[in-house]
Structure formats: structure tokens, C-alpha cells
């Protein structure tokens, strides 16, 4: 059970008619996600912004490392279907010069940029803009007189190194701030989080960094950023793998919406694992399944069975699914059969009733049952049962050894 959600300001990346995404405050929690191109490739930067927007990212982030960069972005905003962060690394003068492109909000890393005059003065242009900053503290480049003075990289020293950032916001009177303090160390980074919710009321950004390639950079990231949600941390949250940012992406959504913090946008396919009563290849129809399904943006749970024995009754919550036997797919939308199909057929059966449901709503779908079609599984189910017994996963042996393990 998840804690409530900590309460924090808001602040706005971005202003209507233009994108805009809340951020903190009764906000839902957003994804993040950053490009990989070149940002002065103004082209290819544009085409993996659309596909992370596809994907379920509300705001992407894009270098700024250099004047070409900062050039491409001018020409990358106004195009853009969401709004677009500046990373700023060393050079002040950029974040300036992203501003003046249009971006919609900065990143700046407080162990990078580190003269006072030069982090004030891009506040106080983002105060005239009305642009909100994210302070971005790293464990990894943080200032080595706050890790002396801290002992070492601590939760204690990332915080401070936000603090004292936000300090110099505050002699000019600018407040629009998010707060990130990451590390590569997934306990040192939930450690940091927590006393930074106990220190400051600012929305949160999460994220594990530099976290690498999946399957480890998944299971690190949602380590982190899921716990911290779970305690009611966090207001926006970005995967860091060493991968194509779509799955960055698609990744932080399927967190969100699997936590109830978002509504589900797109497909949820659950499978399976294959067991002794498998009759088919689940993993196979279950990727086709993904590959005919995944792009169509529908926000359905499908599930990919693989067999009519259990997988109606187990999958039953599901909106939709197919379950194998005796070469044939059994279609089934709520648990209810409502269709019989050769097994060659089954993933067009799902993508079409997938189509029917969300034109005409599971109800109708479940009414035009195929007559017969629940009697026939039902007879399939019987049959296989008589074949294979009712422990065709010989959990009996299984049993019989843990009893002897036990007694000893």
C-alpha cells in the first residue's frame, strides 16, 4: 500500500497555447525522458522527441553543450509536441542561450556551474521569463568542498549542495525550482530523497543515474524510483539507461500506471509463464501479441495464456485474452469465452476484438459471443484435464521433497 502523496509547490514547465506540464502540487506524476541525438540535428532530434511523446514522455530534455546546440533548439521548440528542457553543463552563457531559444525550463548541475555571479545571473533571466529551473545535483560531479565538509558523498551532501543553490536563488527573489539529487548508488540515492522531502517543500525530480543498460538499469531505477514513490516521494521521474530513450519512457509509464499513479495510456499485456499445460509457445504469441498490439495505443489489459485450463479463470480481470488448446485459441473478454479460433489466428483475433472493444465498448463484445464458443473451451478444458491429469505441473514431487527437506 502506497503512502499519500507528500504535498509540495507546483511549478509549470511551459505556458498554453504552447505544451505545458504541471509539475508537483496536485499534479500527476510526469515522465521524463532525454534525446540521445545531436541537438543541433534538428531533424533527428524532433523524430525522437515525437517517438518519446508517443511513448508516454510529457517533457524531454535535449544538451545544450554547445552554440549549435543552442541553435537547434530554436529550431526544435517550436516544433515539439512537448516541452523541452535545456542541460546545461559548464557554460552559463548556454542557459542563457537556451532561454533565449524558447526552451521551456533549465537544468543546471550545482557541481558544474559553480561561480555565484554566474548561477545568479541565469536565475534571475529565468525569473524574468517565468521559466522554472531544475537544480540537478549529481553524486558523481558534486562539489568536493561540500563532499570534504560532509564526509564523503553522502544524502547529507547531495542535499546541502542543493541547498546552497538554492540559496542563491533566493537573493533574487526566484523560487520556480525542482530538485533532483541522483546517484548511481541505488540506497544512497533513497536515502538522499528522503531527507530532501524532510528539508524543503519543492517538487522532486527521481531518477537512479547512470544506471545502465536493461535488464540491471530497470530493476536499479524501478529499486529507487519505485520506493520513493510508494512513500509518497516524487512528482516527476525519469528512467537513465543506457539504451534507446523510448524505453526510458515507456518505462517510467508502465511504473506509474502499475503504482495507480496514472492512468493507463497504452497497452498492458500480461502472460503467463508457461507451465507444464502450456500448448503453445506462450513467449512467441506473447511477443507477437506486443509487436500487433503495442504501437495501436490502446489501454487495454490483454493476456497471452497458454492454456483454456486456467488461463480464462486467472486472466479474468483482463479486458481481453486468448488462451491455447488443442490447436485452437480461445478468445475470452472478462473471463466470458466469446470466441473460438485456429491457433495460427490468435493474435489477429486479439488485435481485432481489441479494435471491436474499443469501438463498441465490452459489453457489446461479450454480447456477440459466438454461440457455442463457451461450451466448446469449456469441452476443451475437460479433455485436457483427462490427458494431462490435474498436476501436469508435478507440483506433487515438489511437495513430497520440500516435506522430507522439512522434516529433517
Given amino acids: ?106 537544468r543546471l548541475n550545482p557541481g558544474n556551474i559553480r561561480k555565484p555571479a554566474h548561477i545568479k545571473a541565469v536565475a534571475q533571466e529565468a525569473k524574468d521569463r517565468g521559466l522554472p529551473i531544475r537544480i540537478g545535483v549529481n553524486a558523481g560531479s558534486l562539489d568536493p568542498d561540500i563532499a570534504e565538509a560532509h564526509g564523503g558523498i553522502t544524502p547529507e551532501a547531495l542535499v546541502a549542495s542543493a541547498q546552497r543553490e538554492l540559496a542563491y536563488f533566493a537573493e533574487i527573489g526566484f523560487d520556480d525550482v525542482k530538485i533532483s539529487v541522483k546517484a548511481s548508488n541505488v540506497a544512497l540515492m533513497i536515502d538522499a530523497y528522503r531527507l530532501l522531502a524532510d528539508t524543503v517543500d519543492h517538487p522532486l525530480h527521481l531518477g537512479v543515474t547512470e544506471a545502465g543498460p536493461p535488464p540491471a538499469g530497470l530493476v536499479k531505477s524501478t ?65 507477437d501479441a506486443m509487436a500487433a498490439l503495442g504501437d495501436r495505443n490502446i489501454p487495454l489489459q490483454v493476456a497471452v495464456m497458454g492454456c483454456v485450463v486456467n488461463g480464462p479463470g486467472e486472466a479474468r480481470e483482463a479486458d481481453l485474452g486468448i488462451a491455447a488448446g488443442r490447436g485452437k485459441g480461445h478468445l475470452f473478454v472478462k473471463g466470458q469465452v466469446v470466441r473460438v479460433v485456429p ?59 520440500i516435506r522430507e527437506l522439512a522434516g529433517e
Fill in 343 to 401: 491457433e495460427a489466428d490468435m493474435v489477429d483475433a486479439l488485435v481485432a476484438t481489441a479494435e471491436q472493444i474499443m469501438e463498441d465498448g465490452i459489453d457489446a463484445v461479450i454480447a456477440r459471443a459466438d454461440v457455442g464458443a463457451a461450451a466448446e473451451a469449456e469441452a476443451t478444458r475437460v479433455e485436457l484435464l483427462a490427458t494431462q491429469g490435474v498436476d501436469a505441473n508435478h507440483a506433487d514431487e515438489k511437495i513430497e521433497k
Fill in 223 to 287: 529499486a529507487g524510483i519505485g520506493t520513493l514513490l510508494a512513500e509518497g516521494i516524487g512528482d516527476t521521474i525519469r528512467y537513465s539507461l543506457t539504451a534507446d530513450p523510448v524505453e526510458e519512457a515507456r518505462a517510467g509509464r508502465t511504473l506509474l500506471e502499475a503504482l495507480g499513479l496514472r492512468e493507463r495510456k497504452g497497452l498492458d499485456l500480461i502472460a503467463c509463464p508457461s507451465c507444464g499445460r502450456a500448448e503453445v509457445d506462450v513467449i512467441k504469441v506473447a511477443n
Fill in 1 to 106: 500500500m502506497t503512502s499519500p502523496r507528500r504535498r509540495t509547490r507546483q511549478v509549470v514547465v511551459g505556458r498554453p497555447p504552447g505544451p505545458s506540464v504541471a509539475v508537483g502540487g496536485d499534479a500527476p506524476v510526469s515522465v521524463q525522458s532525454m534525446t540521445t541525438t545531436k541537438t543541433a540535428d534538428v531533424d533527428a532530434t524532433l523524430t525522437q522527441i515525437y517517438a518519446l511523446a508517443a511513448a508516454g514522455c510529457d517533457i524531454v530534455r535535449c544538451t545544450c553543450n554547445e552554440e549549435a546546440a543552442a541553435e537547434g533548439l530554436a529550431q526544435i521548440v517550436p516544433r515539439s509536441p512537448v516541452p523541452i528542457i535545456a542541460d546545461i553543463h559548464f557554460q552559463y552563457r548556454l542557459a542563457l542561450a537556451a532561454m533565449e531559444a524558447g526552451v521551456q525550463g533549465l
